[in-house]
């Protein structure tokens, strides 16, 4: 939301307090409270008619800072998010001649207390953040319509990029966007998001985070083009300052406050194919499916039945449609015995004519509006109501009838929707704020399904398939990217949406593969099996028409088979990086920036990506098979096509449909399966332990797990002068391959591989 009207004046229906002056500080142990008067102080007489602001910063932990603006205090206060827990840091509070200073860790905050010169400047040890300080921070009142908005503006330096702020498909870098933090289902050819998080990533290394479910409104660089506003509706803001370091350190920061991911099945990693949405099938036509591509060779783990599973207008009743699956547990146990896992299509709302609404509406469990009447539309499914997750009752019923379809086979649910959600005239059970619950009903939702599939599943063993989210979402993987078209432009602008949400500490994400709206040409499902594949999670799903790969053409089955394969086969790589998403928040998608937070050509970036620390991908966006790409400086080996590169500097070249640009770094371990049909096997069992390149004195160790997430062999190599050795333990089920030459001399010992250079 913009206030202003250029630099100078403010837009004529605008009247602003600003915090211009200091006026006193109060320390309550780890709370320090500082009050800022709306104008220069010269005498007593200017104490009297003027507004003040009152701020108050707190540290929850070590190298993070809560930042809490209000102006009146006597307003009730809505519901805002709270940290994980308080980690209790130390801190100091040091009052000095003409500043404060708060510290915590290398985080410091300097409040000046010179009159006239409201500032305050964040540091990381003695380097310069960011700021708030001449006309930034402030209330402002519209005099047309008597809404009161809280505003800070901070700081940006010349070079500094904005990442982030949920999954945003306009351009990478939110530098002169408008950004509204409100889920809709618009898509992902707009600037409307389903997956709307209020935090940022800067490549300066910190990160803020809005505390507010509402609808928080950002101008990046776009109302003042040297500062990132902020500014919500009411009497109070407040945002988190989470310093890093580094861009990966302010994701780790920003997830143990928030969440980290839970650890997904290993067997979510393998190829999802669909039944698509609105197409026609029954149990011939699924089977029929499975078997195609059974008979030509293509790894399939999971099955997914969309929304037609049920009746038509009685979505959701969650009862298999009789017409055309008239033995749902016989056929979940046949598709069982085929190895293959078992996904259903649900949402939170219920038709008029499902059985479920009279039995809602009867205990109570579906949102009112303040008349006491349920609130409905016709917008999806005719007289369609909402579950009411902020009723303890209304989640334990829906997740009764969510049980059922556990108990006949079903392994994980894809939690569509969850953006449609009213504002006006609604009562929640527990009397929550309407406009915060319009962001806030999707983590009620996906809590709800997912807390049920941990108690019946395991921990471990349960994994959703999101559509919307919000701040600590990620909690619950996996999220894929809405409806996308079938077109290079929409592979593009999805891939865009991954990696800004991957910036907010999203671990595990997917995508339509080939698009959701329209039929894909074979060069485009092809082209979007390479990038699917390359993804954490990958589904075959679409609209209007079947996704299978010899609907396409006969190299599309090709294609897939050998993605699939190869995404089986880097198994012990992924499930690596799926365990250190969990243990430390950060995603296996993520943005060239950072891995390489010092190279400044990967800033813009957001046509190619590293899949973890050691995959470079980047996918084909062009018919003629050429692609321009960038590489980090150092050698770089393509695992597809066994060619080495130097970087740093640009790179063209032209790919068929069975290879692109997936490059593996130097001085690397990259641990490859020795199954190539499933994803969940022994990932120690016939190993190979692929090395690149390694410059002398250069050392890397990894480690590989089991598929419970237990690491179990553990490799390190050292290269000193024309050997390195590889050290082994865990394991001695091995082989070790240099990528710079296959027959390269080595000599295997117990627990460790000497490889002359």
Same mark, same amino acid.
């Given at each position: 939301?913009?206030?202003?009207?250029?630099?100078?004046?403010?837009?004529?229906?605008?009247?602003?307090?600003?915090?211009?002056?200091?006026?006193?500080?109060?320390?309550?142990?780890?709370?320090?409270?500082?009050?800022?008067?709306?104008?220069?102080?010269?005498?007593?007489?200017?104490?009297?008619?003027?507004?003040?602001?009152?701020?108050?910063?707190?540290?929850?932990?070590?190298?993070?800072?809560?930042?809490?603006?209000?102006?009146?205090?006597?307003?009730?206060?809505?519901?805002?998010?709270?940290?994980?827990?308080?980690?209790?840091?130390?801190?100091?509070?040091?009052?000095?001649?003409?500043?404060?200073?708060?510290?915590?860790?290398?985080?410091?905050?300097?409040?000046?207390?010179?009159?006239?010169?409201?500032?305050?400047?964040?540091?990381?040890?003695?380097?310069?953040?960011?700021?708030?300080?001449?006309?930034?921070?402030?209330?402002?009142?519209?005099?047309?319509?008597?809404?009161?908005?809280?505003?800070?503006?901070?700081?940006?330096?010349?070079?500094?990029?904005?990442?982030?702020?949920?999954?945003?498909?306009?351009?990478?870098?939110?530098?002169?966007?408008?950004?509204?933090?409100?889920?809709?289902?618009?898509?992902?050819?707009?600037?409307?998001?389903?997956?709307?998080?209020?935090?940022?990533?800067?490549?300066?290394?910190?990160?803020?985070?809005?505390?507010?479910?509402?609808?928080?409104?950002?101008?990046?660089?776009?109302?003042?083009?040297?500062?990132?506003?902020?500014?919500?509706?009411?009497?109070?803001?407040?945002?988190?300052?989470?310093?890093?370091?580094?861009?990966?350190?302010?994701?780790?920061?920003?997830?143990?406050?928030?969440?980290?991911?839970?650890?997904?099945?290993?067997?979510?990693?393998?190829?999802?194919?669909?039944?698509?949405?609105?197409?026609?099938?029954?149990?011939?036509?699924?089977?029929?499916?499975?078997?195609?591509?059974?008979?030509?060779?293509?790894?399939?783990?999971?099955?997914?039945?969309?929304?037609?599973?049920?009746?038509?207008?009685?979505?959701?009743?969650?009862?298999?449609?009789?017409?055309?699956?008239?033995?749902?547990?016989?056929?979940?146990?046949?598709?069982?015995?085929?190895?293959?896992?078992?996904?259903?299509?649900?949402?939170?709302?219920?038709?008029?004519?499902?059985?479920?609404?009279?039995?809602?509406?009867?205990?109570?469990?579906?949102?009112?509006?303040?008349?006491?009447?349920?609130?409905?539309?016709?917008?999806?499914?005719?007289?369609?109501?909402?579950?009411?997750?902020?009723?303890?009752?209304?989640?334990?019923?829906?997740?009764?009838?969510?049980?059922?379809?556990?108990?006949?086979?079903?392994?994980?649910?894809?939690?569509?929707?969850?953006?449609?959600?009213?504002?006006?005239?609604?009562?929640?059970?527990?009397?929550?704020?309407?406009?915060?619950?319009?962001?806030?009903?999707?983590?009620?939702?996906?809590?709800?399904?997912?807390?049920?599939?941990?108690?019946?599943?395991?921990?471990?063993?349960?994994?959703?398939?999101?559509?919307?989210?919000?701040?600590?979402?990620?909690?619950?993987?996996?999220?894929?990217?809405?409806?996308?078209?079938?077109?290079?432009?929409?592979?593009?602008?999805?891939?865009?949406?991954?990696?800004?949400?991957?910036?907010?500490?999203?671990?595990?994400?997917?995508?339509?593969?080939?698009?959701?709206?329209?039929?894909?040409?074979?060069?485009?499902?092809?082209?979007?099996?390479?990038?699917?594949?390359?993804?954490?999670?990958?589904?075959?799903?679409?609209?209007?028409?079947?996704?299978?790969?010899?609907?396409?053409?006969?190299?599309?089955?090709?294609?897939?088979?050998?993605?699939?394969?190869?995404?089986?086969?880097?198994?012990?790589?992924?499930?690596?990086?799926?365990?250190?998403?969990?243990?430390?928040?950060? /995603? *296996? !998608?993520? $943005?060239?920036?950072?891995?390489? #937070?010092?190279?400044?050509?990967?800033?813009?970036? @957001?046509?190619? =990506?590293?899949?973890?620390?050691?995959?470079?991908?980047?996918?084909?966006?062009?018919?003629?098979?050429?692609?321009?790409?960038?590489?980090?400086?150092?050698?770089?080996?393509?695992?597809?096509?066994?060619?080495?590169?130097?970087?740093?500097?640009?790179?063209?070249?032209?790919?068929?449909?069975?290879?692109? /640009? *997936? !490059?593996? $770094?130097?001085?690397?371990?990259? #641990?490859?399966?020795?199954?190539?049909?499933?994803? @969940?096997?022994? =990932?120690?069992?016939?190993?190979?332990?692929?090395?690149?390149?390694?410059?002398?004195?250069?050392?890397?160790?990894?480690?590989?797990?089991?598929?419970?997430?237990?690491?179990?062999?553990?490799?390190?190599?050292?290269?000193?002068?024309?050997?390195?050795?590889?050290?082994?333990?865990?394991?001695?089920?091995?082989?070790?391959?240099?990528?710079?030459?296959?027959?390269?001399?080595?000599?295997?010992?117990?627990?460790?591989?000497?490889?002359?250079?």
């Amino acid at each position: 939301m913009k206030f202003t009207n250029g630099f100078w004046l403010m837009k004529k229906e605008i009247t602003p307090l600003y915090a211009v002056e200091y006026a006193g500080h109060e320390v309550h142990g780890r709370e320090l409270t500082v009050f800022a008067v709306g104008t220069h102080i010269r005498g007593r007489g200017d104490c009297l008619n003027v507004g003040m602001l009152t701020i108050r910063l707190y540290s929850p932990m070590e190298n993070v800072l809560h930042v809490r603006e209000d102006h009146f205090e006597g307003t009730n206060e809505k519901r805002i998010y709270g940290h994980a827990e308080d980690f209790s840091p130390e801190i100091k509070i040091r009052d000095e001649e003409d500043s404060i200073i708060y510290e915590t860790g290398r985080l410091r905050a300097v409040i000046s207390k010179k009159p006239g010169d409201w500032r305050i400047s964040y540091y990381d040890s003695d380097r310069y953040l960011t700021s708030t300080g001449y006309r930034n921070m402030a209330y402002m009142s519209n005099q047309e319509t008597g809404i009161n908005y809280m505003v800070e503006q901070l700081g940006l330096e010349p070079g500094e990029y904005v990442y982030g702020l949920g999954e945003r498909f306009t351009p990478f870098v939110k530098n002169g966007q408008s950004v509204e933090i409100w889920n809709e289902d618009g898509g992902t050819a707009s600037e409307q998001t389903y997956k709307n998080i209020p935090f940022y990533l800067t490549n300066r290394g910190y990160g803020i985070l809005v505390d507010s479910m509402g609808d928080v409104a950002f101008e990046i660089a776009s109302e003042k083009v040297e500062q990132v506003q902020f500014s919500i509706p009411g009497e109070s803001l407040g945002y988190y300052l989470i310093a890093g370091g580094t861009p990966k350190g302010t994701i780790e920061l920003y997830t143990a406050l928030f969440g980290r991911p839970a650890l997904p099945p290993a067997w979510s990693f393998g190829l999802w194919l669909t039944t698509s949405f609105t197409t026609n099938y029954d149990e011939e036509t699924t089977s029929s499916f499975i078997q195609g591509m059974a008979d030509r060779g293509i790894p399939l783990h999971v099955f997914h039945f969309d929304c037609y599973w049920m009746q038509a207008y009685q979505w959701c009743d969650f009862i298999w449609d009789p017409n055309t699956f008239p033995d749902p547990e016989g056929m979940l146990k046949r598709y069982h015995d085929r190895g293959l896992k078992i996904c259903v299509w649900i949402n939170p709302y219920i038709g008029q004519k499902s059985c479920l609404f009279k039995e809602g509406k009867e205990a109570g469990y579906l949102v009112k509006k303040r008349d006491g009447s349920v609130w409905q539309t016709d917008l999806w499914q005719p007289g369609m109501a909402l579950v009411d997750f902020t009723n303890p009752d209304a989640a334990a019923w829906y997740e009764g009838k969510l049980k059922a379809l556990l108990d006949m086979g079903v392994d994980c649910f894809k939690t569509d929707f969850g953006e449609r959600v009213p504002v006006r005239d609604i009562q929640w059970f527990d009397g929550s704020d309407s406009v915060d619950m319009h962001n806030y009903y999707t983590y009620l939702y996906n809590q709800c399904v997912f807390a049920l599939l941990e108690r019946e599943k395991g921990a471990g063993n349960a994994v959703l398939f999101a559509r919307s989210a919000v701040t600590g979402g990620q909690k619950f993987p996996a999220h894929w990217g809405g409806d996308c078209s079938a077109t290079y432009s929409s592979m593009a602008e999805t891939l865009r949406g991954g990696l800004s949400l991957a910036c907010c500490g999203f671990g595990f994400w997917s995508h339509d593969i080939s698009g959701f709206e329209q039929t894909a040409t074979a060069d485009i499902y092809k082209r979007w099996c390479q990038f699917g594949l390359l993804s954490s999670h990958s589904r075959l799903h679409g609209s209007s028409s079947y996704r299978v790969p010899w609907l396409f053409d006969e190299e599309a089955c090709t294609v897939l088979k050998e993605m699939t394969e190869w995404k089986c086969r880097l198994m012990p790589y992924l499930y690596r990086l799926a365990v250190e998403s969990h243990e430390k928040g950060l /995603p *296996l !998608l993520r $943005p060239m920036f950072m891995e390489f #937070p010092q190279d400044r050509s990967c800033l813009p970036l @957001d046509m190619q =990506y590293m899949l973890g620390d050691s995959l470079l991908a980047a996918p084909v966006f062009s018919e003629t098979g050429q692609v321009e790409y960038y590489l980090p400086k150092g050698k770089w080996y393509n695992l597809m096509t066994e060619e080495t590169l130097e970087g740093p500097g640009w790179q063209i070249g032209k790919f068929d449909y069975h290879s692109m /640009p *997936l !490059l593996v $770094p130097g001085n690397t371990i990259l #641990p490859l399966g020795s199954c190539k049909d499933k994803p @969940d096997y022994d =990932y120690t069992k016939g190993v190979t332990l692929l090395l690149t390149e390694f410059d002398d004195g250069a050392r890397s160790s990894i480690f590989i797990p089991d598929t419970r997430g237990n690491k179990v062999m553990f490799a390190e190599a050292i290269r000193e002068g024309n050997k390195i050795t590889v050290s082994v333990r865990g394991s001695s089920d091995y082989t070790c391959a240099a990528s710079w030459n296959r027959a390269a001399e080595m000599v295997r010992e117990e627990g460790k591989t000497i490889i002359f250079v």
